[in-house]
Structures are given as structure tokens and as C-alpha cells.
């Protein structure tokens, strides 16, 4: 379904991705854990050309882009596939919630008012906001917010969902909420690409769970091979900090 082939990316003469491998399957959540700095955040930059990646190649859903020569239809149409969730949840401040989600469908997909209307309303509800649609993000808690955030990816109807550490700009007490809301899309089966530092969270939702760092996939496999048995010396070093909340051990 999504398929990363030989993916680097440079700033100068600073190389942050050496050359990524990664296959994703229809529906498969994958985490991706690693240190700050590691290229977690470039990477996933780099699916929907938010960031232009230098060499590779990217397919997803049978459309493959070329990353040293791909074209403005292959970028658009790459875009069009994916959707993103941010960190800081990058709403329209003079918008509604309401207005925030339907706004990529009425500029990217060009929906008629009403169907745009009707599909975001929908996407609210099954975030838990369907009594916020007229609430303005200044209105709206870290947490709501980033639910809008979850509900605008939802109403693209894109083929994996992208997330940044999506609980990072959260008070501890919102962290909850968001989490619970992702766990919900999960088992409805959509492709999920997750950067999260929620050792837990990783555990309880991913199918596979991918360790980085200085840009390479350092290791890789399910959850529970992962967190209980890693193989490599630098992802054991990376989960002893987190040994409380996972359940790994040496």
C-alpha cells in the first residue's frame, strides 16, 4: 500500500534520511519511535512532500513519485492520498471548527458547500464535538483542538493518515483524549503512520513499530518483539528510559 524506497533527504551538506526503507500495508498502524533529532519528523515530511525528500522513491495506492524527478501532478496527486496531523494543530485562528474541517474540501476537492458541510459535521461527531462546530480554536481546549485537527484529516478521505506526535503540544491531563480518539480510527482499519513518544500508546495500538536514529531505521518489528526483546544495543539503551511504562526488559 505505502512503499518507501531508498528515501534521503539533505539540508546542505547535512544528510538527515541515509536511504529509508519502509512498506506500510493497507490498515496497519505503525509507530515510529527514536531520540530527538533522529529523522522521525523529516520522514514523515517527506511522504506528502512537505518536505522534498533528495532521492527515493514513494508509492502509495499505486501511485509512485520519483523523488529526484517527480512532477507537480505527482506531487499533487501524492497529497491528495495523505493527510496530515500536527504537532500544533495548524488551524485557521478566524475559523470555526466547522469551517477549519471543511476548508481542504471545499480548496483541494472542490465539494459542493452542503456535501462539504454534511461530511465535516460528521467527522466532528466522531472526534467528540459535535457541539463545538461553531467554536473558534481560541474557544476550544489543546485537546479539542487537536481533535479538530484529527477531523479535518478524516473528512480528505485519504489513503494513511499521518501524525507528528500529535500529544506533544498537550497538557498531560489532554493527553488522554486525543490518544483515545486515535485508538477509535484505528480500529476502523485506516492506515495509520504515527511519530509519538507515547511508549504505551505504541504498544496498545501499532501493528508494527519502527526504532530510528541519525536518520536510519535502527530496528524493526511487532510491538512486542520491540519493547520485551529488541535486539540492537541502541534500541535497548532508547527503552531503558522508558522502562516504567513499557514493558521491556533486557
Do not use: W
Request: with cysteine.
Amino acid at each position: 500500500m505505502i512503499k518507501l524506497s531508498k528515501i534521503k533527504k539533505s539540508y546542505g551538506r547535512q544528510q538527515v534520511l541515509h536511504g529509508i526503507d519502509l512498506t506500510v500495508e493497507k490498515g496497519d498502524v505503525v509507530a515510529i519511535l527514536g531520540p530527538s533529532g533522529s529523522g522521525k519528523t523529516t520522514l514523515l515530511r517527506c511522504i506528502n512532500y512537505l518536505e522534498r525528500p533528495s532521492d527515493g522513491e514513494i508509492s502509495i495506492d499505486g501511485l509512485v513519485v520519483q523523488c529526484n524527478r517527480p512532477t507537480k501532478a505527482g506531487i499533487y496527486n501524492l497529497r491528495k492520498k495523505t493527510a496530515m496531523v500536527f504537532q500544533q494543530y495548524n488551524l485557521f485562528r478566524h475559523k470555526t471548527a466547522l469551517e477549519n474541517v471543511m476548508e481542504g474540501l471545499l480548496v483541494v476537492h472542490k465539494l459542493p458547500k452542503e456535501q462539504a458541510r454534511v461530511r465535516s459535521v460528521e467527522q466532528l461527531k466522531k472526534v467528540g464535538l459535535g457541539d463545538k462546530l461553531d467554536a473558534y480554536p481560541s474557544q476550544l481546549s489543546g485537546g479539542q483542538q487537536q481533535r479538530v485537527g484529527i477531523a479535518r484529516a478524516l473528512a480528505l478521505g485519504p489513503k494513511v493518515i499521518l501524525f507528528d506526535e500529535p500529544t506533544s503540544s498537550l497538557d498531560p491531563e489532554l493527553v488522554g483524549e486525543v490518544l483515545s480518539v486515535i485508538r477509535k480510527i484505528a480500529k476502523e482499519g485506516i492506515t495509520m503512520i504515527i511519530v509519538t513518544h507515547e511508549m504505551g500508546f505504541a504498544q496498545d495500538v501499532a501493528n508494527d513499530v519502527v526504532f530510528m536514529d541519525n536518520g536510519t531505521i535502527v530496528e524493526q518489528g511487532k510491538p512486542g518483539d520491540i519493547f520485551r526483546s529488541p535486539k540492537e544495543e541502541r534500541t535497548k539503551q532508547f527503552l531503558k528510559r522508558f522502562a516504567p511504562e513499557s514493558t521491556y526488559s533486557i
